[in-house]
């Protein structure tokens, strides 16, 4: 595959910086996030390949043959659809997988979850159109493909046999398999074992409640809670809760609806329990391995799941305009006390949380301005925009007498602090309000 990296002549520009600061943006400043995240999605498979070379003593011959098996087939999509190779390689959860395999605890060649590949592989196929046959491994039971589905089977091999509209799915040794159709750009599923992903209404993003790769296998918060289950979800209303905190969105804020919605791709469902039992409610979380996706336990109310939504939209936003343009050169070191944790931050949760209550303090407050909404529901957003604005006060000074900021950093905290200044007076300590998430910042 080609490498296209986003170089220096691919930064953001003053003005860029300058929207982004204030938790705008711009088409041209989301294309450019958007183009920085597919440079680095293409680096680090790069990297994982030039990794096998290296210790290809370690990497049985029949595993690497596969991996170039497959990486043939993903050059062969390239060449005949470069954006559906684009759109499958930029998926959450092919972020997720790429992590494990390149982290130093994944230990050499077959100990990597490699395999996987495969799948990538062939979902960036199925959506070029590219024909193929090829045998694919499940991983526990179940064949993920990112972005279109899941076909469980207790078989330990599927063969995958595709054309340009159509593919079948048949497991070793079983009789009927899933038939897979391509029809307008989207990929739907039927048969035995097979699962496809839900829409969201009004987008292209997806309620990923299938991926195995959707969540850190750690869990998410103190209560360690895993992604929810299909079973789970079904029963919930996330999609009544989302067609609403869309239409909240775009009444309240049409341009941080339509920067949402370019910038989302999955929503995934957290289970409410840890694997110890202990519950959690209000919990959301992004990964900077997987920007575009927003990890979160059922909200309660349409307007909860929107402030879920800018609130990680804004993580994600940063985490790629970090890795553009550097912001900080700050250590691992928690030396900061702010009003929405009780431990200490290193300087970059410092920074990845102010910048999301700002963003928040600016929702509040519109929702709190809007006509025809319930007096209660406008006093609750009115408190929670104070709360913000007062907690982003307290942190705007440590950011700026940090001696851990870029010159690019200082100007953007410096465009923060103007944002700030116009939300209104900040009077009385910062309190916490509001559900943060259960690390404050991305990870």
């Known amino acids: 595959m080609t490498v296209r990296r986003v170089d220096a002549n691919g930064a953001p520009a003053p003005a860029a910086l300058a929207r982004l600061a204030r938790t705008r943006s711009a088409p041209a400043d989301l294309d450019l996030l958007l183009r920085g995240l597919h440079s680095r999605r293409l680096i680090l498979l790069k990297s994982l390949l030039t990794g096998l070379d290296r210790s290809a003593y370690a990497v049985p011959a029949a595993v690497r043959a596969r991996f170039e098996e497959h990486w043939r087939l993903l050059e062969r999509a390239e060449e005949r659809d470069p954006a559906a190779v684009r759109e499958t390689l930029d998926y959450p959860s092919v972020g997720t997988w790429l992590a494990r395999a390149l982290a130093p605890a994944a230990g050499p060649g077959p100990a990597r979850p490699l395999g996987h590949f495969g799948a990538v592989a062939a979902a960036a196929a199925l959506r070029a159109g590219t024909p193929c046959a090829l045998t694919l491994a499940p991983r526990g039971g179940l064949l993920a493909l990112p972005g279109i589905g899941v ?228 006093s609750t957003a009115r408190a929670r925009h104070d709360s913000y604005r007062r907690q982003v006060a307290e942190a705007l000074p440590l950011l700026l007498e940090s001696n851990e900021l870029t010159p690019a950093g200082v100007e953007f905290a410096t465009g923060m602090r103007a944002h700030h200044a116009g939300l209104g007076r900040t009077t009385g300590p910062a309190t916490a309000l509001g559900g943060p998430s259960p690390f404050g910042d991305v990870r």
């Open 151 to 378: 076909l469980a089977t207790s078989a330990p091999a599927v063969r995958l046999t595709a054309r340009a509209h159509t593919a079948h799915l048949r497991p070793e040794g079983r009789g009927a398999g899933a038939v897979l159709l391509r029809t307008g750009g989207r990929i739907h599923g039927t048969g035995p074992g097979w699962h496809g992903l839900r829409r969201l209404p009004g987008t292209t993003a997806l309620l990923d409640d299938l991926d195995p790769y959707r969540a850190p296998p750690e869990g998410i918060g103190r209560a360690a809670l895993p992604p929810a289950l299909r079973s789970a979800t079904a029963a919930e209303p996330w999609l009544r809760l989302w067609r609403s905190a869309l239409a909240l969105l775009r009444a309240t804020d049409p341009s941080r609806a339509a920067e949402t919605t370019a910038l989302l791709r999955c929503l995934v469902p957290l289970a409410r329990a840890g694997p110890h039992g202990q519950g959690a409610r209000g919990v959301s979380a992004t990964f900077r391995a997987a920007p575009g996706a927003v990890l979160a336990t059922l909200p309660g109310t349409a307007a909860e799941l929107a402030a879920v939504l800018v609130h990680e939209t804004q993580h994600s936003k940063l985490a790629v305009l970090h890795d553009l343009l550097p912001l900080h050169h700050a250590g691992p070191y928690a030396a900061y006390r702010v009003a929405w944790r009780t431990d200490p931050r290193p300087l970059a949760g410092v920074l990845q949380g102010t910048y999301a209550h700002l963003a928040l303090a600016d929702f509040w407050g519109r929702v709190a301005e809007r006509a025809g909404l319930p007096a209660g529901t406008r």
